[in-house]
C-alpha cells in the first residue's frame, strides 16, 4: 500500500486532524488564525478534533496547515474511516491511558504531601523534605503538560488556563525551594501549623508544597475526565462501519466462494441465506423473502422481496435463500453514504464554548498583570523583596483555579453517576449545554414510541364465527413460519390458550399441530390443522386467489384496521374467510405520558419516521402529538432536523436505529434508546438505557439540573478567587492562607455537586 495518498478535497474543501489542542479557546485560536486567511472559512471543532476548511484562490491544504502548525498546534490529514495506516506505522500512543497513569501516579504521591500540611502533629523531623521529594514529580512531571502548553502560548503571545495553572504551581514550588534552602524552612524540627490567621509574613519559613502538588492533581483530573468523554467522538462511524457483513458467499461458475466483502464487485452475484446479512446493494436475481430493512427505513414489518427487487446492504434476510447481483460496493452503498451523514453532522456540530475558558481570556491576563503589579508596588514601598514576592505568589495561588477545573467535572460525575441509576448516560457537558436550549424534540416512531416488534392487538370474527377458535386454528398455522408477522399471531393464540413462551413452546404445547404446510411468498400460508384440510391465513389477496368468499364485513375490517396503520391478517377455510386477525406495532405504556411532560418541559414534540403515513398518523393520535412526518429516508431525517433548525428551533432527536444514527449527530441535542442500535448510541450525546421513552424526560430533567450545578460551580470559584484577589495584593493573604481558601471553594464545589444525587425521576 503507498504511503502517498491524495488530500480529501471535495469542492475546494479539506478536513484537518488538529492536535495539541488542551481547552475550547485553543480551537477558537486555531480558527482564528485560519480565517485570517484571504478566502478561507475555518470551523474548529474541539470536541472531535477536527478542522472543516473551504477555502478558495490560491490557498493550499500545505499552507492550511503550516498556519495550524505556526499557531502552536499539530494539523493533519486524518486517516480513512476505518482504514489503516501506512505498511510499518507504529501503533498510535493511547492518550486516554497515558492521562490516566499522570493522575494515579501524581495522587499516590500528593496525598501524603497535604496531610502532612494540614496536621501539624504528623510533621516529625525532617517532613519538609519528605514532601519536597514527593511533590517534586507531581509539579514537574505530572504538570508537564500545562507546562508545555504554557510555553507554546508564551511562545505565540497568548495565555489560557495553562498559563495560570503553570505560573501559580511553578511560582509556589519556587518559593518553597527558596524557603527550604536559603530560608528557614529547612531547619530540622520545623514545624509548619495550618492557620487561618491573615497577616502580613515575609514567608521565608513557610513551605507550599501542598498548594502546587494539589492544585497539579485537580487540574490533571478535570483534563482527564474530559479525554475520557472525548473519546467517544469517532465511535458512531467506526460502529456503523463494522455494521455490514465481513465476508460474502460469491458465485463462481456455479459454486460458492467466500471472499472478504471488500472483494466483491459491481455484477458479482452472490447469495444470502436465511439470518445472513445481505452484503451489500444489489438487486435481487433468485429467490423470494422477507428482508429485515427497520434499521434502514424505520420500517417496523419485514419488506417482501423478489427477482428484481433492490435490497440494501446490511439489511437481514428473514426467509428464504436469495441470490442478489451486486450493483453498488464499497464508498458508494448506502450504508457508506450513512457513514458519511454521521461524519458531516459530528464535524459540523459547533464546539460548546466552556465558561472557564471564556472567562480565562480576560481572567488570565489579569491575574499576571495584578501578580507583577503587587510585586512592584511592595519592593516600591521598601516591604523587601521577601514580603512582596510572598504576595504576589499569594495573588497567583488564589487565582490559580483549583475548583474551575473540579466544577465541571465533579458535576459531570454525580450527574451521570446518578444517570445511569436511573437508566440515562451523559457523554459529556456539551450535551448539557443543549438541553438548556432545545425547544423542539424529534421522536423517531419504531421502537422509540413504539415497541418495535409486531403484536396481536385485536382479534375480529365472522358473523357465527368464534374469536377463540379463529386465533387458535390461525395461531397454529402462522406457528410453522418465521416471519415477524406471524410469530406475533402466533404468540397471541398461545398467550389466549395459556401457553405463553416462544413460538417454539406453542408448537409443541397448547396448539394443535400442523400437515401440509405451504409458505406463499409475500402473501400467507396455507396447510391443514385440526381437520381443516383447506386453511388459508394471509393477505386479501391470497384469500380470493384460494376462491375464498370474503364477506362484507370481513372486508370492512380489513379496511379499517389499514387506515390506522395496522396490518390485517385474513383467516378462512371451507372456502370462506372466517374473520381477521389485526397486528401492529403497539404504543409502549409510558410513551403518552412522557410526551405530556416534554410539553410541561416547554418542548414540542413531533414524530418522525420511515413507516407509512397511516400508520404514523394513527400513533400520533394515540400519544398526542399534533405535527407528523412519515416515509422519510434516513437522509432525509437529516433534511427534517436541519429545516427544523433553519426555522430557528433548538432540537432535540429521539431515536434508537441505524437511520436515525444522522439525525441524532445533527440535532443540538441526539437521545438513543438503549435498546436500539450501537450505532444509534454513539452518535447521540445521552443514552437511554430503560428504553423507555419517560427515560428522555427524566434525561432532560437531569441534565438541566447537571448544567445548573455546573454553572452555580463556576460562579462560586470566581467568587471565592476573585473575592480574596484584593486581600492577596494588599498582602493580607499568605500563601498557606491563599491555598486554604482554594481548598475551600474546592470543598464548597465538590459539595454542591453531591446535591445531584438526590435527583429523584418522574414518578
Same mark, same amino acid.
Given at each position: 500500500?503507498?504511503?502517498? *495518498?491524495?488530500?480529501?478535497?471535495?469542492?475546494?474543501?479539506?478536513?484537518?486532524?488538529?492536535?495539541?489542542?488542551?481547552?475550547?479557546?485553543?480551537?477558537?485560536?486555531?480558527?482564528?488564525?485560519?480565517?485570517?486567511?484571504?478566502?478561507?472559512?475555518?470551523?474548529?471543532?474541539?470536541?472531535?478534533?477536527?478542522?472543516?476548511?473551504?477555502?478558495? #484562490?490560491?490557498?493550499?491544504?500545505?499552507?492550511?496547515?503550516? +498556519?495550524?502548525?505556526?499557531? #502552536?498546534?499539530?494539523?493533519?490529514?486524518?486517516?480513512?474511516?476505518?482504514?489503516?495506516?501506512?505498511?510499518?506505522?507504529?501503533?498510535?500512543?493511547?492518550?486516554?491511558?497515558?492521562?490516566?497513569?499522570?493522575?494515579?501516579?501524581?495522587?499516590?504521591?500528593?496525598?501524603?504531601?497535604?496531610? &502532612?500540611?494540614?496536621?501539624?502533629?504528623?510533621?516529625?523531623?525532617?517532613?519538609?523534605?519528605?514532601?519536597?521529594?514527593?511533590?517534586?514529580?507531581?509539579?514537574?512531571?505530572?504538570?508537564?503538560?500545562?507546562?508545555?502548553?504554557?510555553?507554546?502560548?508564551?511562545?505565540?503571545?497568548?495565555?489560557?488556563? $495553562?498559563?495560570?495553572?503553570?505560573?501559580?504551581?511553578?511560582?509556589?514550588?519556587?518559593?518553597?525551594?527558596?524557603?527550604?534552602?536559603?530560608?528557614?524552612?529547612?531547619?530540622?524540627?520545623?514545624?509548619?501549623?495550618?492557620?487561618?490567621?491573615?497577616?502580613?509574613?515575609?514567608?521565608?519559613?513557610?513551605?507550599?508544597?501542598?498548594?502546587?502538588?494539589?492544585?497539579?492533581?485537580?487540574?490533571?483530573?478535570?483534563?482527564?475526565?474530559?479525554?475520557?468523554?472525548?473519546?467517544?467522538?469517532?465511535?458512531?462511524? *467506526?460502529?456503523?462501519?463494522?455494521?455490514?457483513?465481513? $465476508?460474502?458467499?460469491?458465485?463462481?461458475?456455479?459454486?460458492?466462494?467466500?471472499?472478504?466483502?471488500?472483494?466483491?464487485?459491481?455484477?458479482?452475484?452472490?447469495?444470502? *441465506?436465511?439470518?445472513?446479512?445481505?452484503? +451489500?446493494?444489489?438487486?435481487?436475481?433468485?429467490?423470494?423473502? /422477507?428482508?429485515?430493512?427497520?434499521?434502514?427505513?424505520?420500517?417496523?414489518?419485514?419488506?417482501?422481496?423478489?427477482?428484481? $427487487?433492490?435490497?440494501?446492504?446490511?439489511?437481514?434476510?428473514?426467509?428464504?435463500?436469495?441470490?442478489?447481483?451486486?450493483?453498488?460496493?464499497?464508498?458508494?452503498?448506502?450504508?457508506?453514504?450513512?457513514?458519511?451523514?454521521?461524519?458531516?453532522?459530528?464535524?459540523?456540530?459547533?464546539?460548546?464554548?466552556?465558561?472557564?475558558? *471564556?472567562?480565562?481570556?480576560?481572567?488570565?491576563?489579569?491575574?499576571?498583570?495584578?501578580?507583577?503589579?503587587?510585586?512592584?508596588?511592595?519592593?516600591?514601598?521598601?516591604?523587601?523583596? +521577601?514580603?512582596?514576592?510572598?504576595?504576589?505568589?499569594?495573588?497567583?495561588?488564589?487565582?490559580?483555579?483549583?475548583?474551575?477545573?473540579? /466544577?465541571?467535572?465533579?458535576?459531570?460525575?454525580?450527574?451521570?453517576?446518578?444517570?445511569?441509576?436511573?437508566?440515562?448516560?451523559?457523554?459529556?457537558?456539551?450535551?448539557?449545554?443543549?438541553?438548556?436550549?432545545?425547544?423542539?424534540?424529534?421522536?423517531?416512531?419504531?421502537?422509540?414510541?413504539?415497541?418495535?416488534?409486531?403484536?396481536?392487538?385485536?382479534?375480529?370474527?365472522?358473523?357465527?364465527?368464534?374469536?377463540?377458535?379463529?386465533?387458535?386454528?390461525?395461531?397454529?398455522?402462522?406457528?410453522?413460519?418465521?416471519?415477524?408477522?406471524?410469530?406475533?399471531?402466533?404468540?397471541?393464540?398461545?398467550?389466549?390458550?395459556?401457553?405463553?413462551?416462544?413460538?417454539?413452546?406453542?408448537?409443541? #404445547?397448547? &396448539?394443535?399441530?400442523?400437515?401440509?404446510?405451504?409458505?406463499?411468498?409475500?402473501?400467507?400460508?396455507?396447510?391443514?390443522?385440526?381437520?381443516?384440510?383447506?386453511?388459508?391465513?394471509?393477505?386479501?389477496?391470497?384469500?380470493?386467489?384460494?376462491?375464498?368468499?370474503?364477506?362484507?364485513?370481513?372486508?370492512?375490517?380489513?379496511?379499517?384496521?389499514?387506515?390506522?396503520?395496522?396490518?390485517?391478517?385474513?383467516?378462512?377455510?371451507?372456502?370462506?374467510?372466517?374473520?381477521?386477525?389485526?397486528?401492529?406495532?403497539?404504543?409502549?405504556?409510558?410513551?403518552?405520558?412522557?410526551?405530556?411532560?416534554?410539553?410541561?418541559?416547554? &418542548?414540542?414534540?413531533?414524530?418522525?419516521?420511515?413507516?407509512?403515513?397511516?400508520?404514523?398518523?394513527?400513533?400520533?393520535?394515540?400519544?398526542?402529538?399534533?405535527?407528523?412526518?412519515?416515509?422519510?429516508?434516513?437522509?432525509?431525517?437529516?433534511?427534517?432536523?436541519?429545516?427544523?433548525?433553519?426555522?430557528?428551533?433548538?432540537?432535540?432527536?429521539?431515536?434508537?436505529?441505524?437511520?436515525?444514527?444522522?439525525?441524532?449527530?445533527?440535532?443540538?441535542?441526539?437521545?438513543?434508546?438503549?435498546?436500539?442500535?450501537?450505532?444509534?448510541?454513539?452518535?447521540?450525546?445521552?443514552?437511554?438505557?430503560?428504553? $423507555?421513552?419517560?427515560?428522555?424526560?427524566?434525561?432532560?430533567?437531569?441534565?438541566?439540573?447537571?448544567?445548573?450545578?455546573?454553572?452555580?460551580?463556576?460562579?462560586?470559584?470566581?467568587?471565592?478567587?476573585?473575592?480574596?484577589?484584593?486581600?492577596?495584593?494588599?498582602? &493580607?493573604?499568605?500563601?498557606?492562607?491563599?491555598?486554604?481558601?482554594?481548598?475551600? %471553594?474546592?470543598?464548597?464545589?465538590?459539595?454542591?455537586?453531591?446535591?445531584?444525587?438526590?435527583?429523584?425521576?418522574? %414518578?
Amino acid at each position: 500500500m503507498s504511503t502517498a *495518498r491524495p488530500l480529501p478535497v471535495a469542492a475546494r474543501q479539506i478536513e484537518l486532524a488538529i492536535g495539541g489542542m488542551t481547552c475550547a479557546s485553543c480551537a477558537a485560536r486555531i480558527e482564528k488564525k485560519l480565517n485570517r486567511l484571504d478566502g478561507v472559512t475555518a470551523t474548529v471543532n474541539y470536541a472531535t478534533e477536527k478542522a472543516t476548511v473551504r477555502y478558495a #484562490g490560491d490557498v493550499t491544504p500545505e499552507k492550511l496547515i503550516a +498556519t495550524v502548525e505556526q499557531t #502552536g498546534y499539530t494539523a493533519a490529514l486524518p486517516p480513512p474511516p476505518g482504514g489503516s495506516g501506512p505498511a510499518g506505522a507504529t501503533e498510535p500512543v493511547d492518550e486516554l491511558r497515558v492521562a490516566r497513569t499522570r493522575l494515579w501516579v501524581a495522587t499516590a504521591l500528593t496525598v501524603p504531601v497535604i496531610v &502532612l500540611a494540614m496536621v501539624p502533629a504528623w510533621q516529625f523531623t525532617y517532613w519538609q523534605w519528605l514532601s519536597l521529594t514527593l511533590a517534586a514529580p507531581v509539579v514537574v512531571w505530572g504538570g508537564l503538560p500545562f507546562h508545555r502548553a504554557a510555553l507554546v502560548n508564551l511562545r505565540h503571545g497568548a495565555a489560557t488556563m $495553562d498559563t495560570l495553572v503553570s505560573l501559580g504551581t511553578l511560582a509556589a514550588f519556587g518559593w518553597s525551594l527558596w524557603a527550604l534552602f536559603l530560608g528557614d524552612a529547612g531547619t530540622p524540627g520545623m514545624t509548619h501549623p495550618f492557620t487561618l490567621d491573615i497577616g502580613r509574613t515575609d514567608g521565608a519559613g513557610n513551605i507550599y508544597l501542598e498548594a502546587a502538588a494539589g492544585v497539579t492533581v485537580f487540574i490533571l483530573a478535570g483534563r482527564y475526565f474530559e479525554a475520557r468523554a472525548k473519546r467517544t467522538a469517532g465511535s458512531a462511524l *467506526r460502529a456503523l462501519l463494522e455494521l455490514g457483513a465481513k $465476508d460474502v458467499a460469491v458465485l463462481r461458475d456455479g459454486a460458492e466462494v467466500r471472499i472478504p466483502v471488500d472483494r466483491l464487485a459491481v455484477g458479482d452475484r452472490f447469495v444470502v *441465506r436465511p439470518g445472513e446479512k445481505v452484503a +451489500t446493494d444489489g438487486m435481487v436475481a433468485e429467490g423470494t423473502s /422477507a428482508v429485515d430493512a427497520s434499521m434502514l427505513t424505520g420500517e417496523s414489518v419485514p419488506v417482501e422481496v423478489a427477482p428484481g $427487487d433492490a435490497v440494501v446492504g446490511a439489511t437481514v434476510n428473514a426467509g428464504g435463500r436469495l441470490v442478489v447481483t451486486a450493483t453498488r460496493v464499497g464508498a458508494d452503498t448506502q450504508l457508506a453514504q450513512m457513514a458519511k451523514l454521521v461524519e458531516q453532522a459530528q464535524t459540523g456540530k459547533a464546539a460548546v464554548q466552556r465558561l472557564a475558558d *471564556r472567562i480565562s481570556g480576560v481572567f488570565v491576563p489579569i491575574v499576571i498583570a495584578l501578580a507583577v503589579g503587587t510585586l512592584g508596588f511592595w519592593i516600591g514601598n521598601g516591604a523587601g523583596p +521577601t514580603a512582596a514576592f510572598t504576595a504576589a505568589v499569594a495573588v497567583l495561588i488564589i487565582a490559580c483555579p483549583c475548583a474551575l477545573g473540579l /466544577a465541571t467535572p465533579t458535576a459531570l460525575l454525580v450527574g451521570t453517576g446518578r444517570g445511569a441509576q436511573l437508566g440515562i448516560l451523559i457523554k459529556g457537558p456539551e450535551a448539557l449545554e443543549s438541553t438548556r436550549r432545545i425547544d423542539t424534540v424529534v421522536l423517531d416512531k419504531t421502537g422509540t414510541v413504539t415497541t418495535g416488534r409486531m403484536t396481536l392487538v385485536d382479534v375480529l370474527p365472522a358473523a357465527g364465527q368464534d374469536a377463540d377458535e379463529l386465533l387458535r386454528l390461525a395461531g397454529a398455522l402462522e406457528a410453522a413460519s418465521e416471519h415477524p408477522i406471524a410469530r406475533a399471531v402466533t404468540a397471541g393464540a398461545g398467550q389466549r390458550a395459556g401457553a405463553g413462551g416462544d413460538g417454539a413452546g406453542q408448537r409443541a #404445547g397448547a &396448539l394443535p399441530a400442523v400437515t401440509g404446510f405451504t409458505n406463499v411468498a409475500g402473501l400467507g400460508v396455507t396447510g391443514s390443522v385440526d381437520g381443516h384440510a383447506d386453511l388459508v391465513v394471509g393477505r386479501l389477496r391470497l384469500l380470493r386467489e384460494r376462491g375464498l368468499a370474503v364477506p362484507e364485513e370481513v372486508e370492512r375490517a380489513v379496511t379499517a384496521a389499514q387506515a390506522k396503520g395496522r396490518t390485517a391478517v385474513l383467516a378462512g377455510w371451507s372456502g370462506r374467510a372466517r374473520g381477521v386477525l389485526v397486528v401492529a406495532d403497539v404504543v409502549k405504556p409510558t410513551s403518552r405520558a412522557a410526551i405530556d411532560r416534554f410539553r410541561a418541559l416547554g &418542548l414540542t414534540p413531533v414524530l418522525l419516521t420511515g413507516d407509512n403515513t397511516a400508520a404514523a398518523r394513527a400513533v400520533a393520535d394515540e400519544v398526542g402529538v399534533a405535527e407528523v412526518v412519515a416515509e422519510v429516508l434516513p437522509a432525509e431525517k437529516v433534511a427534517v432536523v436541519t429545516r427544523l433548525q433553519a426555522e430557528g428551533r433548538v432540537v432535540a432527536m429521539v431515536g434508537d436505529g441505524v437511520n436515525d444514527a444522522a439525525a441524532l449527530a445533527q440535532a443540538d441535542l441526539g437521545l438513543a434508546m438503549g435498546t436500539g442500535t450501537d450505532v444509534a448510541i454513539e452518535a447521540s450525546d445521552l443514552t437511554l438505557v430503560r428504553g $423507555d421513552l419517560m427515560a428522555a424526560v427524566d434525561a432532560v430533567r437531569l441534565s438541566r439540573r447537571t448544567l445548573r450545578t455546573i454553572r452555580s460551580n463556576l460562579f462560586w470559584a470566581f467568587a471565592y478567587n476573585v473575592a480574596a484577589l484584593p486581600l492577596a495584593a494588599a498582602g &493580607l493573604l499568605n500563601p498557606m492562607i491563599a491555598g486554604a481558601a482554594m481548598a475551600f %471553594s474546592s470543598v464548597f464545589v465538590v459539595a454542591n455537586s453531591l446535591r445531584l444525587r438526590g435527583f429523584r425521576p418522574v %414518578s
